[in-house]
């Protein structure tokens, strides 16, 4: 657990998957050898030739409010373009309670954007219904999202097996009334602040929590490995528009620099989140010595 002045910072994780190297279309054996001995084995498995990618939710306690950032893969969903999280079968609600997260107890729920590795605890099956993870939360997710998701609007143009996420996990959730849809910049409670950071997805937001003089910025799919900190203009064969990621990421790392701000994405592996340092050339990773 991290404090952050008044708040708390934790981390749940669902699981691990391993992440092809063609994530990175410029990542070689050169650059690997330059950066292995900080790479292997948190980031990198070299066995193997893969990155690590953790599926996890990040929660976020303030003196009164329980908070969760990001849902994960989801059990039970039907997804035939997304293999990985299809019929997943964890027990990821074994872990929340296990770190004291009672689901009706949840105040809020922050979904970054809404790719299927980010949004399937939302719901649960209950007999053949997806019913709300979290009764008692209000989700907050951009309007952005919601419209390039909707099958009926952004979403028309994906094949439907994409629309799957959209109808188990985010209609359940806009039907029972839970959904706070949000423009732009917004603050949420005092001291967390809700700022777009588009490219990965179009409508993609980062959470920046200030407390005691120091920042956390939750920046979701902006960076999926460390390795983007040295290559910058890196992105991944996930973001949606190559160019504003781009301009996104150079912006994030930027202020993460210049603030000392402790940047926590969503898919780094352990420590799983860290420091952005400037060196003569760039930047350079530290990784966190506290554990979330
Ligand atoms: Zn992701």
Redesign the pocket.
């Known amino acids: 657990m991290i404090s952050l002045g008044e708040f708390e910072i934790s981390r749940v994780e669902e699981i691990v998957l391993d992440e092809d190297t063609g994530l990175f279309q410029h990542w070689n054996d050169t650059i690997l050898q330059k950066h292995h001995d900080w790479m292997a084995p948190n980031f990198y498995n070299e066995e193997r030739k893969v990155f690590y990618s953790t599926i996890q939710t990040w929660i976020l306690k303030t003196p009164d409010k329980t908070i969760v950032i990001d849902t994960s893969g989801g059990n039970d969903k039907d997804r035939p373009l997304s293999p990985r999280f299809h019929k997943l079968q964890t027990n990821f609600v074994e872990k929340l309670k296990g770190v004291g997260i009672e689901p009706d107890k949840v105040d809020m729920v922050i979904l970054t954007h809404l ?1 299927v ?2 949004v399937g605890w939302n719901t649960r099956l209950e007999g053949d219904r997806w019913v709300p993870m979290f009764p008692n939360a209000q989700y907050v997710l951009t309007a952005k999202e919601l419209e390039t998701r909707d099958p009926k609007r952004g979403g028309a143009s994906r094949p439907p097996g994409a629309w799957n996420t959209y109808y188990d996990s985010i209609q359940p959730i806009l039907d029972a009334g839970l959904a706070r849809v949000v423009e732009g910049a917004e603050t949420l409670l005092p001291g967390i602040q809700l700022v777009p950071i588009p490219g990965h997805a179009p409508g993609q937001a980062g959470v920046q929590v200030r407390s005691g003089g120091r920042e956390a910025f939750f920046i979701a ?1 902006v960076m999926h490995n460390p390795i983007q900190i040295y290559y910058p203009d890196w992105n991944s064969k996930f973001c949606e528009d190559q160019d504003v990621a781009r301009e996104t990421r150079a912006k994030v790392l930027k202020h993460a620099a210049d603030e000392g701000a402790l940047i926590l994405p ?2 780094f592996g352990p420590p799983h989140c860290g420091y952005v340092r400037r060196t003569a050339s760039g930047y350079a990773f530290e990784p966190s010595s506290v554990l979330p």
Request: hydrophobic share 0%.
């Open positions: 790719h590795d980010h799919d969503g898919h």
